[in-house]
């Protein structure tokens, strides 16, 4: 049977993580001479967190980065973004 277990969200979750990073690297490309500011909250903030790792080419461009709820906060007194806690 290949229907998805509509309980498995990371399949989804993958997805969206990419498609988030490559627009965001479509955004630098689209304004070559610009600084940015990144603001993510819950995916949004895991999508940022993702593009910085990946896209640091861009660090000199990144004026300002605000990630709230973010789930791959690392751990920081005892807690950690829900990400850090998936298998």
Same mark, same amino acid.
């Given at each position: ?11 989804? +979750?993958?997805?969206? /993580?990419?498609?988030?990073?490559? %627009? ?9 001479? *610009?600084? #940015? ?5 819950? +995916?949004?903030?895991? /999508?940022?967190?993702?593009?910085? %790792? ?9 004026? *300002?980065? #605000? ?21």
């Amino acid at each position: 049977n290949s229907t998805p277990d509509p309980l498995d969200f990371r399949e989804g +979750l993958i997805e969206s /993580v990419a498609l988030g990073v490559k %627009e965001l690297d479509n955004l630098f490309m689209a304004f070559p001479n *610009e600084e #940015i500011v990144l603001i993510g909250y819950s +995916l949004g903030a895991m /999508v940022i967190s993702h593009f910085l %790792e990946f896209y640091s080419k861009y660090g000199s461009r990144i004026k *300002e980065v #605000i990630l709230i709820a973010n789930p791959c906060a690392p751990l920081n007194n005892g807690r950690v973004g829900i990400a850090g806690q998936l298998n």
